[in-house]
């Protein structure tokens, strides 16, 4: 039976070297994931930060609106403490808070999505580490199978130029058994 450890340690350092490609991409997209993430967290801090200035924005606007609506009043001789001007500020007041309170809750829809979209680039990005090792064992498992069957196939034929799709590397004596290429000294 014939050996050609040269073919087959080729074979098999082709397919190393196809697994260890397979952990650096993986490692990369995990790599390139991480500040994406990293983004998407601060522009949530952001978000949520905005949206507080935003809320006391509001409040000072409101306060001047109310401000301007008691002058008003005032100087008309009407009682805003009393009957219908008092039940139209409040009415003013409870839309103004729930203004404010709007600003609040899309600044936190907003932080949330960020959020979100930050976790799934993390996972995505462990997921893609996580793949290329599956990827890299089967490369190194069908790098054993392929060296196996190569191995079989050069004890059956004797050189590697006789196999289908034979590289031709039978004529130089590579590929050959040890018995072949002492027969040719």
Known sequence: ?????????????????????????????QAAANPQARRREQ??????????????????????????RLAALGGSGIDPKTGTPLLVDNDVFTEAELAVANIGFNAEVG?????????????????????????????????????????????????ASRLPGGSGFGTTGIGLGRRERLGRI
């Open 111 to 159: 932080a949330i999505k960020a959020e979100n979209e930050a976790g799934i680039l993390r996972a995505q990005g462990a997921q893609a580490k996580r793949q290329s090792f599956f990827r890299a064992g089967a490369n190194i498992l069908q790098g054993i199978g392929g060296a196996f069957a190569l191995n079989d196939a050069l004890g059956k034929t004797g050189n």
């Open 43 to 68: 522009e949530a801090a952001l978000l949520r930060a905005k949206g507080a200035v935003d809320q006391q924005n509001k409040r000072i606007a409101n306060k001047r609106l109310f401000g301007k």
């Open 1 to 29: 039976m014939s050996f050609d450890p040269v073919s087959i340690g080729l074979f098999i350092a082709g397919q190393a070297l196809s697994a260890i490609g397979n952990i650096q991409q993986g490692k990369a997209a």
